[in-house]
């Protein structure tokens, strides 16, 4: 028998339902789909070697991954010695995948995990066609912190307690600071309608 439990979502970092992340990769293990790209606005895009899988004369291109769900992203992995990607401080690998989208936006991420086989894909650098001029870039080499520049030359900075986001610096008018600090509190949330089988661990 198949039972439906309802669980937080691990992505979380900001509260109960909310998140603070410019996007990352999923592996199968966390992704509904294998692989994903988990997107800012929460959504999880499930990616694949054919833009549309089970079509006849839907080839593959090397290296290239794409959606089906009439998003249109295309992911495309490229080694270091290519060139492409910028220099992400604290990345464990050179290489990197670039997610372009139908509107010319690129996201650019880069490899953080220092255990084998178990990769941590996080967006570096968001830009466009005009790389030069328009972008933004995430610096994570700094511990329970992230910087935010931009090509404007503005600085966001968020810091992290345990795992979630405790504070939120925002570049404000004047070049003034604006600080906003999370407070968070442990609550029981009531699971209505939900009476879990012996065999189920209900907590």
């Known amino acids: 028998t198949d039972y439906t439990i309802p669980v937080q979502?691990?992505?979380?970092?900001a509260g109960f339902g909310w998140r603070i992340q410019p996007g990352r990769l999923m592996d199968g293990v966390q992704a509904i789909f294998d692989p994903a790209y988990l997107s800012p606005d929460g959504g999880q895009h499930g990616l694949y070697t054919q833009l549309h899988p089970g079509y006849p004369g839907a080839g593959t291109q090397p290296d290239t991954w794409f959606t089906n769900d009439s998003t249109y992203l295309r992911m495309r992995l490229f080694p270091a010695a290519a060139g492409v990607c910028t220099a992400a401080p604290g990345s464990t690998s050179g290489d990197c995948y670039r997610i372009e989208f139908p509107d010319?936006?690129?996201?650019?991420?880069?490899?953080?995990?220092?255990?084998?086989?178990?990769?941590?894909?996080?967006?570096?650098?968001?830009?466009?066609v005009f790389a030069h001029d328009h972008y933004v870039e995430i610096d994570y080499s700094v511990?329970?912190?992230?910087?935010?520049?931009?090509?404007?030359?503005?600085?966001?900075?968020?810091?992290?307690?345990?795992?979630?986001?405790?504070?939120?610096?925002?570049?404000?008018?004047?070049?003034a600071t604006a600080t906003y600090t999370l407070v968070h509190t442990p609550t029981e949330?009531?699971?209505?309608?939900?009476?879990?089988?012996?065999?189920?661990?209900?907590s």
């Open 104 to 128: 010319g936006e690129i996201h650019e991420l880069h490899d953080f995990s220092a255990i084998p086989n178990k990769p941590d894909w996080r967006v570096t650098r968001i830009t466009d």
């Open 143 to 175: 511990a329970d912190e992230w910087t935010v520049t931009d090509s404007h030359g503005r600085t966001q900075t968020i810091h992290f307690t345990g795992g979630v986001v405790s504070s939120v610096e925002l570049s404000a008018f004047g070049g």
């Open 9 to 13: 979502d691990p992505h979380t970092n």
């Open 189 to 202: 949330i009531e699971r209505q309608k939900y009476g879990p089988p012996d065999c189920v661990d209900g």
